[in-house]
């Protein structure tokens, strides 16, 4: 089975969803021990923003689609145990 990404702005309690739940080779699923570990990365690449998982590009948006300056963050599941590294603006 495949995992799924999701791509969405929000501002405020408003969220706009960018690109649907949608399922790739790249992310691996969860586990039969319930566990599953994913490398994600977001950059700026001039006037794309490149969404890649585990060294794979899994979409490309124009910057023009998505919030590239001012604040970011991370939205995060109930019960989960996640790392967050090398976070650069």
């Known amino acids: 089975d495949l995992g799924e990404f999701y791509i969405a702005t929000r501002k405020g309690a408003m969220v ?3 690109v649907p739940w949608t399922k790739n080779a ?3 699923p969860e586990g039969a021990d ?6 994600l990365s977001v950059q ?3 006037a794309n923003v490149i969404f890649s998982v585990n060294g794979t590009e899994v979409n490309r948006q124009p910057a023009t689609a998505v ?3 001012g ?3 991370f939205r995060v599941s109930h019960r989960l ?3 967050v590294t090398d976070v650069k603006k």
């Open 26 to 28: 790249a992310i691996k």
């Open 81 to 83: 145990d996640i790392t």
């Open 67 to 69: 919030q590239v300056n």
């Open 71 to 73: 604040l970011f963050g």
């Open 16 to 18: 706009t969803p960018v």
């Open 34 to 39: 319930g566990k599953q570990s994913n490398t």
């Open 44 to 46: 700026v690449n001039g």
